[in-house]
Structures are given as C-alpha cells and as structure tokens.
C-alpha cells in the first residue's frame, strides 16, 4: 500500500506573522483498473483499502453482483508503483463493452464522470429499498456524525479527506473509508461490505461526511441501504432517485437537526 499522507514545509500566516512549517497533505494518486490487462478505469484516490475500492467501483459499474463475481486480484507487476489493479473475473461473468463515448477516466471528485446521459446510470437494483421494514430513531441518527468524525484517523492530521461510515440499526460503526473522492470512499465501504457477504445490506445507515450525490444515492440503492444521511446537502438528482426508489435521504444532519428530504416514514419522531 502507498502512502495515505506526506509532510510538505509550508508557509503559515497568522497574528504572529509569517514563518515556515511542516504541514501533512493527504496524498491523491491514479489508481488504474485493468480487466484481464485491458484497462477499465482510471480514478484518483488516497491509497488504502484499494481492492475494496475496485471490487466496489466494478458492483457499482455493474460490473459483478457480488464478491464471488471476482476469480482474482492483483497489484501489477509491470509497473513500479502500486497503482495499477489487474482484476480476473470469475468464469461466466462478462466484461462491460468499453466504447469510445463511455470513458471511464475519472477524477477524485466525480463518481459519474464520461456517462453520456443520466438516464444510463440510473441503473436496476436487485433490492427493493423501499420493502425495507428498518425503522430508526432520529436521536441515534444525531449521535452517527460524532462518530464518524471520532474515527476519521487521517482528517485529524490532514482535514483534506472524505469520509463514508457504514452503521447497523443499533448506530454501531462497522466500517469506515477515508478518500480524497467521496465516491471512492463509498466504494471502499461497499467492497467491503461486498466481500464480507453483507449485501444487500439491509436495515442500514450509509453516513458521508459531504454532500449526498446522485452517484452516492445509487450506490447506496445498489447494495440495498435504505437509508443515507450526509451531514451537508443533497443534491436535486439525489432526492429524486431516493424518492423513486423508497430509499431514506437525510441532509444536514448536524446533531439533532436534520433535514429529511425522502422516506421520512422511516424516521418516526415527535408529531
């Protein structure tokens, strides 16, 4: 695994006047996804975690259905750094048609990036969100954003990542991914979750520390979590494909305040 942080001598302004110090940076690389030596995806990420984000970022493609879907994966020998990811699928599993209007090429802060209309990723879940009988406490939902930010390791010493935390119904944290790309981080998280078996993960809450995309909704809908929350806003896309689906959207969501902008049934409070 590559380095998740780096120290650069910076120059630092205050009350006091000017002088150098040493500050950490969070550190952002390319990270290439290859198919069986055919290159699928480049992606800028923070190293970490990297075949968790693959076996995400190939189950949100609709690439593979499960973690069985993938025979084997590698780090690349032929190059010298570890940012090149060579996946073999498992037999049956057929690769995605890499055409000239579709790129894959992507950076840290684009989950949808080369799609050519949005209805091309509104993509089919197998799960229906909206059957999903989870019902939660607004207050537990409250206590999940200081969680979160307790565990976020890296942003302590950078302030420069984004973080997704997956929760189970009694608001325990059972993962959490730092990224400089929020859809990477939600990858991480989802890959694992893949790899454990855990999809689809039903009576769930998915928390970002960001906004709430439309790319991260369907995400979120294609391994089945009926509810995710972001601590800032969501976005228009977002809202709509959540309220298509019967998933739970919760903005702002900053201590006891939140908005709930679908599935507010879910979150039974005062009258």
């Not at 040493?22 to 290159?39: F, N, Q, W, Y």
């Not at 325990?172 to 078996?197: F, I, M, Q, S, Y």
């Not at 309220?243 to 959207?249: I, K, N, R, V």
Request: proline share 6%; hydrophobic share 40%.
């Amino acid at each position: 695994m590559g380095r998740v942080t780096v120290r650069r001598r910076v120059a630092h302004i205050d009350e006091r006047g000017t002088r150098t110090r040493p500050d950490t940076l969070a550190v952002e690389e390319p990270l290439e996804i290859r198919l069986s030596g055919t290159s699928l995806s480049v992606t800028m990420r923070t190293p970490g975690d990297d075949f968790d984000l693959v076996t995400g970022f190939l189950h949100g493609e609709g690439v593979v259905r499960a973690a069985d879907d993938i025979r084997a994966m590698r780090y690349c020998a032929d190059t010298d750094t570890m940012n090149v990811i060579d996946v073999a699928l498992a037999e049956g599993v057929a690769p995605p048609e890499v055409s000239p209007d579709r790129s894959f090429l992507m950076t840290s802060a684009c989950g949808v990036c080369g799609k050519t209309s949005i209805d091309a990723i509104r993509q089919r879940t197998r799960y229906d969100v909206r059957a999903d009988p989870a019902r939660f406490d607004p207050a537990l939902l409250a206590r999940l954003p200081e969680t979160l930010r307790a565990a976020q390791r890296v942003f302590d010493r950078t302030g420069g990542l984004h973080a997704a935390g997956l929760f189970d119904a009694e608001g325990t944290l059972l993962a959490l991914r730092e990224d400089v790309g929020r859809h990477n981080a939600v990858d991480k998280v989802v890959g694992w979750a893949l790899k454990d078996k855990r999809v689809p993960l039903t009576g769930h809450v998915l928390l970002v520390s960001g906004r709430a995309s439309f790319e991260l909704t369907q995400k979120a809908l294609l391994a089945g979590i009926p509810v995710l929350a972001a601590v800032s806003a969501p976005s228009s896309l977002a809202a709509d494909l959540a309220d298509e689906a019967g998933m739970t959207l919760v903005g702002f969501l900053r201590g006891p305040s939140m908005n709930i902008y679908s599935g507010a049934e879910r979150l039974p409070g005062p009258a």
